[in-house]
């Protein structure tokens, strides 16, 4: 019969756990997705303003221009001017263009809303509750097994009153 009732408590605990640590769970998983969805929304703001700059948009062009490889350009043969050359005029040589400054985004720390004192100390409850479950499963079984064997000595006149009367002052 002990055996049963030792059943019984065990799925009853099971049926209470689960769901608790089910819901611990998923609260951290949407605090997740909250934190990562301001941080996404900071960066396309960052990526949205650095390529509405001039000089944004100037790397970029730079940088997308494509260049041919020698493979692919075909030789064409010359054709005979109808008339006499004309020399090209002199032109200045072109002006030397200083490099443009990679630009580095700032880097800002993006925090997870907590809205309340109340979310902290639920945020901080949720956290202590998932962190090693199997540690804190076996503190209550270990809970209701001396509970249970201080029951049975008291019932069985194992403890007498002054020894109770001495363990609660102890405690």
Known sequence: MSNIALVVVCIVLAIIIIPIVSIVKVV?????????SK????????????????????????????????????AQPKKQPDVAPVPPPKTPPPPIQKPIPEIKPQAKKVTPPND??????????????????????AIIILFFGVSFLLKYSIDHGLLSPEIRVLGSLIL
């Open 28 to 36: 951290g998983i949407q605090d997740k997705v909250r934190y990562l």
């Open 39 to 74: 941080k996404l929304e900071t960066l396309q703001k960052t990526v949205d303003a650095l390529t509405q700059g001039s000089g944004a948009t100037s790397v970029l062009n730079a940088q997308s221009k494509i260049v041919k490889p020698a493979e692919q350009i075909v």
């Open 116 to 137: 309340t004192q109340f979310d902290d100390v639920a945020g901080k409850f949720i956290n202590w509750l998932t962190q090693n479950i199997v540690a804190k499963v």
